[in-house]
């Protein structure tokens, strides 16, 4: 019988709602104790969305709907299997993983980042991965000191932890 006359799709049609896997870093998995929570939040979410997804009737529907969860499925499982919670520094006397750092630019404008793991960064809400070409330059360095980051000079005037 000539797929025209079936209620599925061809094969290549299946084929073409698995979504390939979401990049991974080559990076270590860093995560801050809350970063860990959310990968966890993230995974049960695309689990319940795949599960939800899963009892579609309607196999090209089903199909459909499924992609996207699966792929976050596989690639939050991976994330938090791969995950190494890195706890609070305990000091501000250096920049570390975790600690929030204040920033004076050459311009004047005064930034305020906390490092953190690669998955949990968002820079607009005043984060920044800790692989980041900024929180790399950051790192090790104490109060006063200045780097240069995309030509500008950047002076740390406060780390938090």
Known sequence: MSVAFTKEDSA??????????RPISAELNLVTA??????????DQ???AYDAASSI???NERRRQAAQPFRDLRYFSDR???AQVVHRPASASTVAFGNTVTLGRDDGRVLTYKIVGEDEADPQAGSISYVSPMARS???KEIGDVVIVADLEIEIINILI
Do not use: N, Y
């Open 34 to 43: 809350a970063g860990f929570k959310a990968l966890q939040s993230q995974l």
């Open 12 to 21: 290549e049609t299946a084929s073409e709602v698995l979504l390939p896997d």
């Open 80 to 82: 938090v299997r791969t």
């Open 138 to 140: 950051l790192m090790g």
């Open 46 to 48: 695309a689990r319940r």
């Open 57 to 59: 009737a309607d196999v």
